[in-house]
């Protein structure tokens, strides 16, 4: 039986060009009956379950009577849950996306938004009247209603670092005014932009799955993209200007000023494509635990001619991150985990095909015009890469 793949239903009057242009970064959406409960299979105890397996990263968020707040970090044994109040707590497990193909599945209904800049799925239990406190988020989430009942709470007032509770391993505001509020039931769906603070209280035991995205700050890309300067630099000196006066030689001038910029200038600026291909190979970097090893054996071509010609897929491995970019109008360049792979135009349909979908089968090759050895070679060096896999029978 093929599995499930979930799609989100806009609401009527908003397609997915519409969403793009008056919602994505914007404002908020509620999309009342988006997804099917088929999409949701993951049971409390099965969320438990993974909460005390190292590789998940895990919390408990707990609000005591006193409205003081307390964080737990994973992983964490049975006796852990034995020992929680009957309310105001909330069990979040990260990247459940990585391990649960399932889960991983979801992502296929979000194809109307950037999809490079995903993330991972977040998935939570809360007790009744269990939450994480009101905050704000950095980055565009969705917010799936899975099983039960979660009122959100919406303000657009602007917060900042100063109205958070001090002292607390945890980003939660010290105010909050209501200005939209909403119960959301199985299968609704939340957008938020970045920036819009939310307050999810549970009203009964609810499961809800937070498909975040990726937004480097500033400081992030300065940092990574200057410490890419530095790797560029050589041991060229600076060198003192032709008119050098004898009358001002303890004076910065222009000539000197001029000389310290051109030996500037010969490291790539923002422009080039050396830039290009850096934030590719930075958007795609995945996270230390989420580096992928190459297969036990080693794929051959006609390992692969015959894997096709019965029929199966290739998929992406559940670590993988992908982009693709144009470099002009003669290259096209394919990105994934940190890495770059520049090709002729004439593989764009294949690198574009390869970046955006996560599964693939001879049907969708044969329909690309792109050279057969070429395109042969990515797809081997990828599946010995360990980025793509052989599909596994469900």
């Known amino acids: 039986m093929k599995p499930y793949t979930p799609a989100i239903d806009l609401p009527r009057g908003i397609d997915r060009a519409a969403f793009l242009r008056d919602y994505w970064q914007k404002k908020p959406l509620l999309m009342r009956s988006a997804m099917s409960a088929k999409a949701f299979s993951l049971t409390p105890d099965e969320l438990a379950g993974l909460a005390c397996e190292a590789e998940f990263e895990s919390r408990l968020i707990i609000e005591h009577p006193d409205s003081a707040w307390e964080v737990r970090h994973g992983p964490f044994a049975g006796d852990d849950f034995a020992t929680l109040p009957e309310s105001h707590w909330t069990l979040l497990v990260q990247d459940v996306d990585k391990y649960l193909p399932d889960v991983a599945r979801l992502m296929e209904g979000f194809d109307f938004v950037p999809t490079w800049r995903i993330d991972d799925i977040m998935i939570s239990y809360a007790s009744d009247q269990g939450g994480v406190g009101p905050h704000t988020d950095a980055y565009d989430v969705f917010l799936m209603q899975a099983a039960g ?8 007032s602007k917060y900042t670092d100063d109205d958070l509770i001090p002292g607390l391993d945890q980003r939660i505001l010290s105010h909050f005014r209501i200005d939209e509020e909403w119960v959301l039931e199985p299968g609704d769906v939340l957008y938020l932009p970045p920036g819009i603070a939310h307050w999810g209280i549970a009203e009964g035991e609810c499961m809800t799955y937070s498909l975040g ?36 030689l303890a004076e910065l001038s222009e000539g000197a000023h001029e000389e310290a910029s051109k030996l500037l200038d010969t490291l790539p600026s923002t422009r080039s494509t050396d830039y290009r291909l850096w934030l590719g190979e930075y958007l795609t970097e995945p996270k230390p635990q989420f580096h992928i090893l190459p297969p036990d054996e080693a794929w051959s071509a006609p390992d692969l001619d015959g894997w096709l010609a019965q029929g199966r897929d290739l998929s992406r491995h559940p670590f993988a991150r992908m982009t693709w970019s144009r470099l002009g109008n003669e290259e096209v360049v394919l990105f994934s985990q940190g890495e770059s792979r520049r090709f002729h135009g004439e593989m764009t349909d294949a690198v574009r095909l390869i970046a955006e979908r996560r599964q693939f089968g001879a049907r969708e090759l044969g329909r690309l015009d792109a050279p057969l050895e070429t395109l042969r070679d990515l797809l081997l060096e990828l599946l010995n890469a360990g980025i793509l896999e052989p599909q596994q029978e469900d």
């Open 149 to 156: 009942r979660r009122r959100w709470r919406l303000s657009f």
């Open 213 to 248: 995205f990726r937004a480097p700050s500033q400081q992030d890309l300065a940092a990574d993209w200057f410490q890419h300067l530095v790797s560029l630099a050589d041991a060229r000196r600076l060198i003192d200007p032709a008119d050098l006066q004898l009358d001002s």
